[in-house]
């Protein structure tokens, strides 16, 4: 009986304490919703920021063996050419299987660009095609869902497609046993054995047709020194990568040794004394986020690990601003509820009760500022999606991860936010509460304040983030590269009209709005291949450089300078065996200012060519911003797309023009164009999405600081209000008052500064880093992010200063 009584007594005191909860937010309806709202602003990021970052961190976890499997991968120096690549040669998977008993399985990939695949009459270029081993399926797990579920790639030129694929070829009917052609080296016929399921967007590679490596003449290379593969591994349960990872050298030696000594003529013991060499163990879920090789090697662009601890921080301290923001406001709102607590000690409640009510009424805050932040989530939601490159949708919100994480918010906020004014309001001595005696708890004003600091310490460090980001954007949009990207169009796909091309290149060459026109599949800017080479000065191994198979045209159309010799010309007959060189691969074969008429040998397949340099172009910029300009030759060797300078700005009727052109052949293929700039700017989306994230969360930063700065201003209002209105009966303006309450915050704030700025000039170094040119760090960035900062906290004082100071004084003096 007494146990119904307890619960009965309990279930009445939590109503009572929502009763009065919720009386006292319709009594304050103002400092509430401030609170509501700031709040919500902070749950809203932080659930927005930790469903990017759950998502990025998702990578290839879907599979089942996913803490088992890793990627060999290349890192070597040699001759001073640093290397990092994520393929490699064709035999390394059997090899390591064979050699190291901590293997249990290895599968290899390797992509086919631009295959073109026809089926009935109807031909297809936009399938992502990739030849792997017959036991990849073993390795990843790709479910299938019809045809084939045991060693569906076991014979040559078996082909298994994902269901959006089969969907596309075969419309509703079974595509089991139907066979599709490949148009290379001859029509391959491949047989479908299997459909799977879409291969997940969490995956580091997306690929719509998986074919059998049996029928790829190139997986059977025995060569330790051409690349090309990726390869996997399936460790043992409990394996250490790193005692797998010792073994490895030894293997080089044995496998790599004999064939860098065949080729260069060295033993490989000589080769390893002044060169690094190695093949590295990288676990499968590293892919995505911390690989740092070279971007043509990989499958697809990934993400980086620092952007989510940037991120994660953001959303930490957004979250903590704003529980900040509820403590200073909730106790500012003391003033109101000095007697009344006063009242209930008097009555009887103990500190206990009180605690409780203050605990309840910081709890319901919460659910209403988490519903709010729902509202918020899902309203921003599209935009951010757009912003992140995601596909983030409400129902990830369901996600165990991000439901634990919900549940926490709701269990913790109350405490952390709620718990500092439910202390500090039931502290109140009951005749000290009726006498509304505030100045006596003054101690906490150091807590207070600590914390107005530690919100414009991540507020000025946001600012700052935020300007050397957009400044370095903006480095990157006009810097000399070294040839000019204005007003160039590429046709890349113009090799597929065959021997049509140069009839299409004469018709756009007389077309009066073209300045120029070069045939050449290389640019220097978005996805451009840039094939390597091997190069030989005597008879040692110098280096591995670029190549560009250029023609005549292509220096001047791209608007490259030559800082000595002469371009290719008709005058001079064939120039085969002649080549221009850029500046670095000058310094680096040695010739120095004197590399005209210099020679070397170039590694071929047909054996070593000598090639006599004519020219030497002004270094420019090939590859992105975060890496070195390195050394490139350009043979006289055209062929594949087309390139084209135009006379005119606005080039659309341009376009339309040539791919009315394009369909006057009837070729069958589509028309195809990108524009230089744009394929530029797109090169560093991931550092402009950054950007602009950044940008949005330090807004909203600033925005929920603020709020907490109102708080505080509110609180000292309160607390001085008889000293204002004495001040006001004695003559003092409003600006005077105002000035009063604004001198205090403005030393906390500059304060902030002396902790905000030494951090963000090291973490701004540090992402600096990543690019190999770069602007400098420059004094204006912290005066320009102060001054905002100062500018933002004088409004916010001023605003509820004012208010303060245009109070009636008779009332001020009235109060108790």
């Not at 052609?181 to 047989?191: H, Q, S, V, W």
């Not at 030989?536 to 005549?552: A, T």
């Not at 050394?631 to 040539?658: E, F, Q």
């Not at 906290?793 to 605003?799: F, L, Q, R």
Request: glycine residues 6%; charged residues 20%; positive net charge.
């Amino acid at each position: 009986m007494s146990n119904n009584n307890n619960i009965n007594n309990n279930n009445n005191m939590i109503r009572n304490h929502l009763k009065i909860a919720w009386r006292n937010i319709l009594k304050n309806k103002g400092i509430f919703s401030i609170n509501i709202i700031g709040l919500a602003l902070g749950i809203a990021s932080c659930l927005m920021i930790s469903l990017f970052v759950f998502d990025e961190l998702s990578y290839d976890r879907f599979n089942e063996k996913a803490d088992q499997i890793v990627r060999v991968v290349f890192k070597a120096n040699i001759n001073g050419e640093e290397m990092k690549e994520a393929v490699t040669m064709a035999p390394v998977a059997q090899a390591f299987k064979d050699e190291l008993p901590e293997v249990v399985d290895a599968t290899r990939m390797t992509n086919l660009y631009n295959p073109k695949i026809s089926y009935n009459n109807k031909t297809f270029r936009d399938t992502k095609f990739a030849y792997v081993d017959p036991n990849f399926f073993d390795v990843f797990t790709l479910p299938v869902v019809k045809g084939k579920s045991v060693d569906p790639l076991g014979e040559p030129n078996n082909v298994v497609l994902t269901e959006s694929e089969a969907k596309k070829y075969f419309g509703e009917s079974n595509p089991i046993g139907k066979t599709l052609i490949l148009e290379r080296d001859g029509n391959i016929r491949l047989k479908v054995t299997a459909v799977i399921k879409e291969v997940p967007k969490n995956s580091h590679f997306h690929f719509d047709m998986f074919a059998s490596m049996l029928g790829y003449a190139d997986a059977q290379s025995t060569s330790w020194t051409n690349s090309g593969f990726f390869n996997y591994l399936v460790l043992k349960e409990g394996t250490s990568v790193e005692k797998t990872q010792a073994k490895i050298p030894a293997l080089i030696d044995k496998y790599m040794g004999p064939q860098i000594k065949a080729e260069i003529g060295i033993p490989y013991s000589e080769f390893k004394e002044k060169n690094k060499i190695g093949l590295y163990l990288q676990p499968l879920t590293d892919i995505h986020l911390r690989s740092d090789f070279v971007a043509s090697s990989e499958l697809e662009q990934g993400g980086d690990i620092k952007y989510i601890y940037i991120f994660s921080a953001i959303a930490l301290f957004m979250l903590l601003i704003a529980c900040i923001n509820f403590m200073n406001l909730s106790t500012a709102a003391a003033s109101k509820r000095a007697k009344e607590v006063g009242i209930r000690k008097v009555l009887g409640s103990g500190k206990k009760q009180l605690v409780h009510q203050f605990l309840t009424e910081s709890f319901l805050a919460t659910l209403l500022a988490l519903i709010l932040a729902i509202g918020i989530f899902a309203l921003i939601l599209p935009s951010f999606n757009v912003l992140s490159g995601k596909a983030l949708i409400l129902d990830d919100l369901f996600r165990r991860e991000v439901m634990f994480l919900i549940l926490g918010l709701v269990l913790f906020i109350p405490f952390l936010a709620g718990g500092y004014p439910a202390f500090y309001l039931s502290g109140f001595g009951p005749i000290q509460a009726l006498k509304n005696k505030f100045a006596s708890l003054g101690s906490s004003r150091g807590i207070r304040s600590g914390l107005v600091v530690f919100q414009f310490v991540v507020s000025a460090g946001l600012i700052v983030a935020t300007l050397i980001v957009r400044k370095q954007m903006d480095y990157i949009q006009n810097k000399n590269l070294g040839y000019d990207k204005e007003q160039i169009l590429v046709l890349r796909d113009a090799y597929l009209l065959g021997n049509a091309e140069e009839s299409f290149k004469n018709k756009i060459e007389n077309d009066p709005r073209v300045a120029s026109i070069t045939q050449s599949s290389f640019v220097p800017a978005g996805d451009s291949d840039n094939s390597m080479s091997g190069i030989y000065f005597g008879e040692r191994f110098q280096r591995r450089m670029f190549v560009y198979n250029i023609d005549k045209n292509y220096i001047p159309t791209m608007g490259m300078k030559l800082v000595a010799g002469r371009n290719f010309s008709d005058d001079f007959g064939t120039e085969s065996s002649k080549v221009i060189i850029n500046e670095s691969a000058a310094r680096s074969l040695g010739f120095g200012d004197a590399a005209v008429g210099k020679q070397f040998l170039r590694d071929t397949d047909k054996g070593k060519q000598s090639l006599t340099v004519i020219g030497v172009v002004k270094d420019f910029n090939f590859k992105t911003l975060h890496q070195n300009i390195e050394p490139l030759i350009m043979l006289n060797n055209s062929y594949g797309g087309l390139v084209l300078r135009a006379k005119v700005s606005d080039m659309s009727g341009l376009i339309k023009t040539l791919e009315n052109q394009w369909k006057q052949y009837d070729s069958g293929e589509a028309f195809t164009y990108s524009i230089l700039d744009d394929a530029y700017n797109r090169t560093y989306l991931t550092e402009q999405k950054m950007g602009t994230i950044l940008n949005l969360f330090a807004i909203l930063t600033i925005l929920v600081a603020c709020l907490g700065l109102f708080g505080l201003v509110t609180y000292t209002a309160e607390l001085r209000v008889k000293e204002i209105g004495i001040r006001k009966v004695l003559g003092s303006s409003v600006t005077q008052i105002v000035m009063l309450l604004t001198k205090d915050f403005l030393k906390l704030v500059g304060i902030s500064f002396v902790i905000a700025f030494p951090l963000a000039y090291y973490l701004m170094e540090k992402w600096l880093q990543d690019f190999a040119y770069r602007i400098n760090i420059n004094l204006w960035v912290f005066v320009f992010a102060a001054g905002i900062t100062v500018l933002i906290a004088c409004i916010t004082v001023g605003i509820r200063g004012v208010q303060a100071a245009i109070a009636n004084p008779v009332e001020s003096l009235k109060s108790p």
